[in-house]
């Protein structure tokens, strides 16, 4: 499956005859006299991109009023950190662990749990696995909403962890856009491209490309990353009252030298090895390709009285090739020898699809004398999963002392091609939820979902047929204290379907539970800058929770009950006209049924800020810091503990001229040591680096 690099280099090209066009028709434009009857029909259009958050309970509130805690990471934040896949963007939110447990796969975490619901543009999508498989470009989102807390109401399924909601880039309503070119440390090469024009002389149609072509190697031997991304959407005004809007995506990511699980700390003696930070347990032969495309629909149309119905489908595609080598000790690496590894190669493919059909409505009523606000709506999902392996002639491989050279076990000759997972998910949604002024200082946001879950199939021999129906409620109040001042509590259940295994082979049952949530939102300096404390519990049954090995290897699972509560403290906004902050500390704490510490992989401190000053006198000036302290961690399974450590990144802007601007961005500032993840342990992360960017933008 793996392409020639020329994808993304020859897409660029294309953009570039797509954005000359729009160009010249931006400057035949500038005397023309837009109508008054025009100027309406293009800030239509615009709702869309400009709107406000509707992520968790699906009503239009603003964040400082929602009843429950709310982060965005800005398309500014994105850019100044020079975060162009998600796992850096999400990076910078508060709240969140970006767990990179292997080169090719991560899981994003919150409270102490894997974030396994996933929005995009407000649209709950199919549920899987929480892991993300390669790295996802960021070029394509405006922002990245982050919900911390259960929230089944939009998604249908989740745990107390959180959802992240991506919203896609959309066409602005004046033509514009930009080329950049990066170059940094590990022969990291870039080259991105974004551009929106007007495509009707009226304004009603207008249309937004995005392309990257990106190409790294790394701080681990033997590790080498490329990656292809193309992103189209067009908007459209059919009529005076309804757009529509058709976008498609599509990412092509390579990589070569890839690790299948993390490095081995563990020394027969009982002690934890240390190696130095470029250390990998891959092999010269091993590769993981992906390739991820989307295309969506979306008709938007206002019906009387201002009521606003939406109907959106989205179809997502993902396909890999893989070839694996995986380390692994049964006693322990003997300290003076360096031996005690063996290996195991395998080989994997996977075909995964999925159709989402969204129908949803939103408007207002009238109720004992006042005005109140209500959304309801039906959904629909199928996917629809394959996965192969190859049969190996050889396994549990004696591998020479660690760390050993990359060429010390040859590709083996792979045998036959069989289908070993074979899953369809269907996810049937009524859901709801009303905004009830009860004064002109106190309202309640009552919701609910109603569900019905299949899965069946095959997986590893072992037939599945689950069937699943729950309904869910969410309640939440909010009192204005004062007009900047907001106190709220909420509710929610836990739902989530579970992936992991018992020891026969089978899912296990999903886990439940309830989730609360007290909080304060205040707003200052005029609304520029909010703060939010928030304190919140959850009781989850049956979370699945690492139980062993099968005798063929095979890792299984069983189910416990957890409590876990904590406390999130948030700053963020502009204190003066050039400083932006976000500063934010969560703690957690997390226990099983007999009190006894769980998830001890997430850390119970965390601190995350990000500043960023524009000087006063020199305002084409912007430098900033932003960066991540957590405290101790361990994982009792793998035997691994890791001491609190301190990640600092950052950036310095100089905008040349009104159109070109320079950026240099250093990450781990003071080249801090430390393991990428504990959650399932991995590889060290990467030291002291840096990149140059160069954008001209037109």
Known sequence: MKPNKGFALSTLVLAMGFMVQPFALATEQQNIEIKDENIEKIQIIGVRYNRVSQGATGLTMEIAETPQSISVVSNEQITNF??????????????????????????????????????????????????????MEAYGYEEIEVIRGANGQLTGVGNSAGTI??????????????????????????????????????????????????????????????????????????????????????????????????????????????????????????????????????YAYVLPNDWDLTVSYNHQKFEDESKLFYAFTIDGIDKDTGLGLYGMPGRYDTEFSANLLDITTIGEYSLLGRDHEITFGLSGSQSAKKMYQYASPYSFVPLPAFPYDLDVVPEPEWGDKTEYADIDVTLLRAFGSTKFNLTDNLFTVIGFNAMKYTREGINSGVDIDNDESEISPYAGIVYNITNDINAYVSYSDIYQPQEQYDYEGYYLDPTKGVNYEFGVKTQWLDNNLLATFAVFSAQQENLASYAGLTPTGQYYYKGIDVESKGVEVELTGKLTENLNVVLAYTFIDVEDDEGNEANEWAARNVVNFSVDYTLPKMPEIAIGIGGKWQSETRNADYNVDQDAYLLMNAFARWDMTERLSIRANINNLTDEKYISSLATVGAYGAPMNGSVNLTYRF
Do not use: C
Request: no cysteine.
């Open 165 to 298: 909601n991506y919203v896609r880039k959309r066409p602005k309503n004046e033509n514009e856009g930009e080329v950049g070119v990066s170059y940094g440390s590990d022969d990291f090469k870039r080259v991105q491209a974004d551009y929106s024009a007007l495509l009707t002389d009226d304004g009603r149609w207008a249309g937004r490309v995005v392309m990257v072509a990106e190409d790294k190697e790394s701080h681990l031997d033997g590790l080498e990353n490329d990656r292809g991304y193309l992103y189209g959407v067009v908007d459209g005004q059919l009529t005076d009252d309804s757009t529509i809007t058709l976008g498609f995506s599509h990412q092509d990511a390579n990589t070569d030298g890839n690790t299948w699980g993390g490095l081995v700390y563990n020394y027969s003696d009982g002690s934890q090895a240390e190696w130095d930070q470029s250390a990998s347990t891959t092999q010269d032969w091993t590769m993981w390709d992906t390739i991820n495309t989307t295309a969506f629909v979306e």
């Open 82 to 135: 020079g975060a162009d896949n998600l796992n850096d963007a999400l990076r910078l939110a508060t709240g969140i662990n970006v767990e990179e447990w292997e080169t090719n796969r991560t899981q994003y975490t919150s409270r102490g749990f894997e974030i396994k619901s996933t929005q995009i543009d407000g649209v709950g999508l199919p549920n899987d696995w929480g892991i993300v498989t390669g790295a």
